[in-house]
T-cell receptor, first 116, second 113 residues
Framework: AQSVTQPDIHITVSEGASLELRCNYS??????LFWYVQSPGQGLQLLLK??????LVQGIKGFEAEFKRSQSSFNLRKPSVHWSDAAEYFC??????????????FGTGTQLKVEL | DGGITQSPKYLFRKEGQNVTLSCEQN?????MYWYRQDPGQGLRLIYY???????QKGDIAEGYSVSREKKESFPLTVTSAQKNPTAFYLC????????????FGPGTRLTVT
């Protein structure tokens, strides 16, 4: 079965500093990988996705992520963090259900705090 | 305005009562999902539906029920059998094709006392 690990529960960065959020996945086949962001009390918004091709993917709000098959990782990065980036970030892997259809398996999330 | 609507935003119930959470979408998406979110546990899948009149249990279906009578609607009932119903509930949809990406509603926070 697939799984996702986000090793950092909380991360604090200063505004303007660079950011990297870690994500490791376990899945036997080629993974479909996602990063979502959630503001307090809100739903999840898709930041970016990887299906195939170029291993460096660009997303919204200036975020990017790099797929590294050898390390089973899909880390999220941003060169300069803004105070509005404070939120919870979820990594997810997509896989098919046994009985048809497909599902996302989510990590437990990383809470990002931005210091002004 | 296209999207996913969940109502109400906050819901309070007494223990022992069933409660139904609404999820409506006008994205014309076939698949719909219900997740439960608890602090530090990420999102856990309760039920999903790929087409009208069909739905499947997810990882934590006990104490929950759903229906899918219309493509646009996928209500979730939290029954009195659910031992710890207080949580944040998220509805999501997925379009047709191979894509796995899901789109989420704003969520309903249910508090049972």
């Amino acid at each position: 079965a697939q799984s996702v690990t986000q090793p950092d529960i909380h991360i604090t960065v200063s505004e303007g500093a660079s950011l990297e959020l870690r994500c490791n996945y376990s899945y036997g086949a080629t993974p479909y990988l996602f990063w979502y962001v959630q503001s307090p009390g809100q739903g999840l918004q898709l930041l970016l996705k990887y299906f195939s091709g170029d291993t460096l993917v660009q997303g919204i709000k200036g975020f990017e992520a790099e797929f590294k098959r050898s390390q089973s990782s899909f880390n999220l990065r941003k060169p300069s963090v803004h105070w509005s980036d404070a939120a919870e970030y979820f990594c997810a892997v997509g896989a098919p259900f046994t009985g048809g259809g497909n599902k996302l398996t989510f990590g437990t999330g990383t809470q990002l705090k931005v210091e002004l | 305005d296209g999207g996913i609507t969940q109502s109400p935003k906050y819901l309070f119930r007494k223990e022992g009562q069933n409660v139904t959470l609404s999820c409506e979408q006008n994205l014309n998406h076939d698949a719909m999902y219900w997740y439960r979110q608890d602090p530090g546990q990420g999102l856990r899948l309760i039920y999903y539906s790929q087409i009208v009149n069909d739905f499947q249990k997810g990882d934590i279906a006990e104490g929950y029920s759903v229906s899918r009578e219309k493509k646009e609607s996928f209500p979730l009932t939290v029954t009195s059998a659910q031992k710890n119903p207080t949580a944040f509930y998220l509805c999501a949809t997925r379009g047709t094709g191979v894509s796995y990406e899901q789109y989420f509603g704003p969520g309903t926070r249910l508090t049972v006392t």
